[in-house]
């Protein structure tokens, strides 16, 4: 396999769009890029709809048609394009992987489907590259600390994952893909208008992937993936003030691996169910949100039959309401969540296998002539380790032309099932109930500029956890024993001219136990992220360039690489459109987890009708 240096890899992929752009500029009408002219809006930060430069937090937004322009086959594909993000992954696609925000570890960022917590509670993590990336609508992550407005786990920052809803007018579209590996894909999705004030909308897809052999060891076998779910939502508008929306979805399949401690495959089997009645007029809004969702795994293989694979269930029923006042130039949220999470259907022995989470949560936002103010705060009441405050401050002011932030915050992260409760004979392993949370502080300045083509944005932070949960000496259970002090700066400039975007971001972190002062395990100290676009209304294409530094790992260091995408779309008719991607144009070799390769060179075709 070929590998190329950084330089090479970025004069190539330039060249690449360059070179096609000059082929096809005549032939297509020029459209200019409205990324400064339309306001991005986004309700992560919050928990209210804002416009982005108006939050005092760093937020990045990726849209459905970002998505679908650059091909990308899956959410965690377009988020690893953000700065303050890296991932470490145990293969290629469909295959586990570990989301590190600004240096935290990979369970201290919060996940959210439409505002619900999604994933197990038995162990940490929500696997990103299993929800349907044909069915999402935007994509906003926030970085850092915001466990004042949404309990545990939000200490590097949250992920929101919006799915597409049922509005507008009857309309619908149809995407086949294929390409190497075995890919095949298909994806549906369709809005009908059922009476003036409501609509339906269907989304189905079916995803398979014969994948690779991630492994170099005595398993040769490629491991695959598929992926098959479906998506129903309703919106009613009940009056001019009332709103209800409805959704079921489910995704199901399978993902095969290399492991030398358990099975070698798993299947899953993920089911949502939610209700949200809504109320808005000019001076307040609230809406109230009741949810089920059920996260099925189970393991499997390696000398273990599917009858005889360990099962891991967690059931969870959610209820949200929250409530914003608007008074003058001041936003005034206060709201509750509770949470009911449940493994009793799971194979796996756990000495307690329920727990309820109560909380409230208040926040303030006032806007200022030059000047913005944000406090929140919330306690939270866990039935297993018992209450947690947190909160936040920020400030920010209107410089010409630069703004100038600096906020604070506390969160926490709290303990799994597994870390509690799990007994495991086979490893001799047992839980520990008397275990505490983790709990972190986040000082954070930025300096920020807008300009008629550009955006540009620094931040400086430093994030101390303590009580970090830990194996102990023997590896038979764990225990908090650990402080973290992490230190780190971003800073990314984006750049629209006539038919071109481009946007650059770098990350520095530093990352280190603060007992032992050894840097942490799986995270890059530098990381540099580059995106190019160049479009018209007939035809696109574009190209992404991830370079990550050397990591340490628990077998050693991994060596820095650079990684290079292309993409291209091109509008046939009104109707019908044709992509293509090229992932890892170069075929670079190189590892993010020890021992297990990524993702080669892999081709892949799309074709599009909408109606």
């Not at 029923?317 to 493994?343: E, H, P, R």
């Not at 293509?580 to 074709?607: I, M, P, S």
């Amino acid at each position: 396999m070929n590998r190329l240096p950084l330089y090479q890899a970025v004069l190539l992929g330039t060249s690449l769009i360059s070179a096609t752009a000059v082929a096809q500029e005549n032939t297509a009408t020029t459209q200019t890029s409205d990324t400064n002219t339309l306001e991005t809006m986004v309700v992560s930060a919050n928990r209210i709809e804002q416009a982005a430069t108006e939050t005092i937090a760093s937020v990045s937004v990726i849209t459905a048609e970002e998505i679908q322009r650059s091909q990308v086959s899956s959410a965690k594909a377009a988020i690893n394009l953000l700065p303050g993000v890296n991932f470490t992954s145990s293969g290629a696609r469909g295959q586990a992987a570990s989301l590190f925000t600004r240096g935290t570890e990979s369970d201290q960022t919060l996940i959210l489907l439409n505002g619900l917590r999604i994933g197990t509670s038995s162990a940490s993590g929500t696997r990103l590259e299993l929800i349907p990336v044909d069915q999402i609508e935007r994509i906003e992550f926030v970085r850092g600390p915001r466990s004042a407005l949404y309990g545990s786990d939000a200490i590097g920052g949250i992920i929101q994952i919006f799915t597409k809803q049922a509005t507008g007018e009857t309309s619908g579209s149809v995407a086949v893909t294929v390409g190497d590996q075995g890919t095949k894909k298909i994806a549906a999705n369709i809005v009908q208008q059922y009476s003036d004030t409501g609509s339906i909308l269907l989304s189905v897809s079916s995803d398979h992937d014969d994948g690779i052999d991630v492994k170099d060891d005595s398993e040769t076998d490629k491991d695959g993936y598929r992926n098959q779910s479906a998506n129903i939502t309703v919106n009613q508008q009940l009056n001019e003030q009332f709103d209800l929306t409805l959704q079921a979805a489910k995704w199901q399949g399978n993902s095969e691996f290399d492991s030398s401690y358990s099975g070698n495959e798993s299947d899953f089997e993920n089911e949502l169910y939610s209700g949200k009645i809504s109320y808005a007029d000019e001076s307040f809004e609230s809406a109230v949100t009741a949810a089920f969702t059920r996260d099925d795994n189970l393991t499997y293989g390696n000398g273990t039959s599917r009858n005889d694979g360990t099962r891991y269930v967690t059931e969870r029923k959610q209820l949200n309401w929250l409530n914003s006042f608007f008074i003058d130039n001041n936003t005034v949220t206060a709201g509750i969540d509770y949470t009911d999470d449940d493994l009793s259907d799971s194979s796996a022995t756990y000495t307690d296998t329920s727990r309820e989470t109560k909380a409230l949560f208040a926040g303030l936002l006032h806007q200022g002539e030059r000047y913005q103010i944000e406090a929140s705060g919330r306690y939270t009441d866990d039935d297993q380790f018992g209450d947690n405050s947190t909160y936040s401050l920020g400030y920010a002011y209107q410089f010409e032309p630069v703004k100038v932030a600096l906020s604070y915050g506390t969160a926490y992260k709290a303990p799994t099932f597994d870390d509690l409760y799990l007994t495991n004979p086979s490893w001799g392993y047992q839980g520990n109930p008397d275990l505490e949370p983790e709990e972190s502080e986040t000082t954070e300045l930025s300096f920020s500029g807008k300009g008629e083509i550009s955006n540009w944005e620094v931040s400086l932070y430093k994030t101390n956890v303590k009580n970090l949960i830990s194996s102990n000496s023997t590896y038979t259970s764990v225990i908090n024993i650990d402080k973290a002090e992490i230190e780190g700066a971003e800073a990314s400039y984006q750049i629209s001219y006539g038919n071109w975007n481009q946007t650059l971001s770098y990350q520095y972190v530093d990352a280190r136990n603060a007992t032992t002062g050894k840097r942490l395990l799986n995270r890059p100290q530098d990381t540099v992220k580059w995106q190019i676009n160049y479009a018209t209304n007939q035809w696109a294409a574009g190209s992404a360039l991830i370079w990550e530094g050397k990591r340490d790992t628990y077998s050693g260091s991994l060596a820095s690489f650079a990684v290079v995408d292309f993409f291209t779309t091109y509008q046939i008719t009104p109707e019908w459109q044709l992509g293509a991607r090229v992932e890892n144009l170069f075929d670079k070799v190189y590892q993010t987890n020890y021992g297990y390769y990524t993702q080669d060179r892999l081709v892949t075709a799309t074709a599009r009708y909408s109606f």
